[in-house]
């Protein structure tokens, strides 16, 4: 009778459909099928290309914010994150085993009810400081829990910087004698530094009291020049800023491709620094 219930029991089994592949929580080790990419932005790249980045080396992220905000008449409101999309990438190949986590473009742009300084602008995109400072934790926490050991913060705005260093030292006494370390980095964010560099190559501006220089133009430039409305400043004959000509477009895009370089050069430098590395 035993033998019998067995039989049956394996006839039943056999007859059994394959268990079939959890396509919304599948193995976390399953292999990578086909070659990766050559990116250093986790948004661009799988979920199996950033874990295979970080099984081969990769140990650093970094964090970057922006925001979305009034920028004068010819610079779009994202203006800071288009500027972190060309210059981290910089900073994360020179660093070497580092990928760049998506810009976080949500930060404090002044009161919301009722509006103050860049909310009273349409377009304008603003959050508390305590909801800035509890996302930038939770994304520091993901990237944490994926694997990474040192988690970089810098920011392209001066209302940025107090919560960035808020988060980096809450973290790093939370996180004290563990694997992961949080580093906040001030000198990335040096619009002096950067000016008195094109001072130094005959670059010089008379501001015209727009929220919009040469320095980011530039930079923005060499990412898309559309973002700074060339096309239509160039059909209005408006192709300047601040009395400097934007004109040749190749020109302007190439020294915002050396800004980059300085940029990430020092930030680079800072990094290993506060890094101990």
């Not at 079939?20 to 976390?28: E, H, I, K």
């Not at 009291?209 to 209005?236: C, F, K, W």
Request: net charge negative.
């Amino acid at each position: 009778m035993l033998r019998l219930a067995a039989a049956a029991i394996l006839l039943l089994l056999a007859a059994a459909p394959a268990a079939v592949p959890d396509p919304v929580n599948p193995d976390p080790n399953s292999p990578r099928p086909i070659e990766a990419v050559d990116s250093v932005f986790m948004e661009d790249l799988t979920w199996m290309e950033i874990r295979d980045s970080i099984r081969g080396g990769t140990d650093t992220v970094i964090v970057a914010t922006g925001g979305v905000e009034q920028n004068g008449p010819y610079l779009v409101t994202g203006k800071h994150n288009v500027i972190l999309r060309g210059v981290t990438e910089v900073i994360a190949r020179k660093l070497g085993q580092t990928l760049v986590a998506p810009i976080v473009p949500f930060v404090p742009e002044g009161g919301i009810d009722p509006p103050t300084d860049h909310v009273r602008y349409p377009g304008t995109i603003s959050v508390t400081e305590e909801t800035y400072e509890g996302l930038l934790t939770d994304i520091c926490g993901s990237l944490k829990a994926a694997g990474f050991r040192r988690i970089i913060i810098l920011g392209d705005s001066g209302g940025n910087q107090l919560g960035m260093k808020n988060v980096a030292d809450a973290l790093t006494a939370k996180w004290a004698g563990g694997k992961t370390s949080v580093v906040y980095i001030p000198e990335f964010y040096d619009n002096a530094a950067i000016t008195a560099y094109l001072e130094t190559n005959g670059i010089h501006q008379e501001l015209e009291g727009l929220h919009d220089d040469y320095v980011n133009t530039a930079q923005m430039m060499a990412v898309e020049p559309e973002s700074v409305r060339m096309t239509q400043r160039i059909a209005a004959g408006n192709f300047r800023i601040n009395g400097v000509e934007l004109a040749p477009a190749e020109q302007t895009i190439e020294w915002g491709r050396k800004i980059f370089e300085f940029r990430a050069e020092r930030t680079v430098a800072a990094i290993e620094a506060r890094s101990g590395r």
